[in-house]
T-cell receptor, first 116, second 111 residues
């Protein structure tokens, strides 16, 4: 399958700071990228969908001013958690889908964010 | 009612057992059905996908979809300790953007 990377794999930050997470599709062009959040022992919660070159579409209840998503190229999307608070601590996972196999969605390894 | 329902487990089986993991769904528009495996603290890995009803086999894994009963299954033959993970079923209409996930079933294969 295709490879999706995320960086960093884990990050600890102080409350009030901003954190940027990168998601890259390494061997295919990702026309659509997704950002998920996952709490322990729970399923994936979709936060937003982004198509290359256009604004992200956020799911209901997700603050778009807090979770800034940029999908500037066909291989890179970034999620910035602004003014992070302890309740933002979670496992953030991105996934990517290519132009041809739209039913195949490949996930990154995830980023564990801890806000102190 | 959630669109995709999955028993969270945990499910514990001895090594070598046949494992049956199941999901039900409610949206008749779903056309694609996927199974993902997620190890602890890792992202999900696509195991198999099936289009519409029918079976699909890949090594020790068999995915089965019965659209008449809205039932999705994953069978694992000769289970190994390395199969211990959380298995997520998901569905996709094909026309929209989003995958809809079940809650995941935690599987433990014991020696």
């Amino acid at each position: 399958g295709a490879v999706v990377s995320q960086h960093p794999s884990w990050v600890i930050c102080k409350s009030g700071t901003s954190v940027k997470i990168e998601c890259r599709s390494l061997d295919f062009q990702a026309t659509t990228m997704f950002w998920y959040r996952q709490f322990p022992k729970q399923s994936l919660m979709l936060m937003a969908t982004s198509n290359e070159g256009s604004k992200a579409t956020y799911e209901q209840g997700v603050e778009k001013d807090k979770f800034l998503i940029n999908h500037a190229s066909l291989t890179l999307s970034t999620l910035t958690v602004t003014s992070a608070h302890p309740e933002d601590s979670s496992f953030y996972i991105c996934s990517a889908r290519g132009r041809l196999a739209f039913h195949e969605q490949f996930f990154g390894p995830g980023t564990r964010l801890t806000v102190l | 009612q959630k669109e995709v329902e999955q028993d969270p487990g945990p499910l514990s089986v001895p090594e070598g057992a046949i494992v049956s993991l199941n999901c039900t769904y409610s949206n008749s528009a779903f056309q694609y059905f996927m199974w993902y495996r997620q190890y602890s603290r890792k992202g999900p890995e696509l195991l198999m996908y099936t289009y519409s009803s029918g079976n699909k086999e890949d090594g020790r894994f068999t995915a089965q979809v019965d659209k008449s009963s809205k039932y999705i299954s994953l069978f694992i033959r000769d289970s190994q300790p390395s199969d211990s993970a959380t298995y997520l079923c998901s569905s996709f209409t094909g026309g929209g953007n989003k995958l809809t996930f079940g809650t995941g079933t935690q599987l433990k294969v014991e020696l």
